[in-house]
Nanobody, 124 residues
């Protein structure tokens, strides 16, 4: 089993930055692809970013390209999401997730483990 715990969310003004962390425990996630999803009130959960288990490939939702950067530290068993130039429409609960299967990075149903989420609120 893998346990994931997100941190780093909060309230920030538009144009500001936040760095989310996702700490894994239970087993190493070096052999897992990992991703970030978000869910705003009344909306479906949507893909934000993902990183392959080798760190070779990263994937982003179009609206966050150039503003968000996903990364991971295998030694710390932790994944990060650096969010810059935040916009009010980025407001949501952000979830980290891990999956053992290969591919389908943007599909939430393919992920095996999920964190509890961290709230990000961007004021205008």
């Amino acid at each position: 089993q893998v346990q994931l715990v997100e941190s780093g969310g909060g309230l920030v003004q538009a144009g500001g930055s936040l760095r989310l962390s996702c700490a894994a425990s239970g087993r190493t996630v070096s052999n897992y692809d990992m991703g970030w999803f978000r869910q705003a009130p009344g909306q479906d959960r949507e893909f934000v970013a993902a990183i392959s288990r080798s760190d070779v490939s990263t994937y982003y939702f179009d609206s966050v390209k150039g503003r968000f950067t996903i990364s991971r530290d295998h030694a710390q068993n932790t994944m990060y999401l650096q969010m810059n130039s935040l916009k009010p429409e980025d407001t949501a609960v952000y979830y980290c997730a891990a999956k053992g299967s290969i591919g389908s990075y943007r599909i939430s149903a393919r992920y095996d483990y999920w964190g509890q989420g961290t709230q990000v609120t961007v004021s205008s």
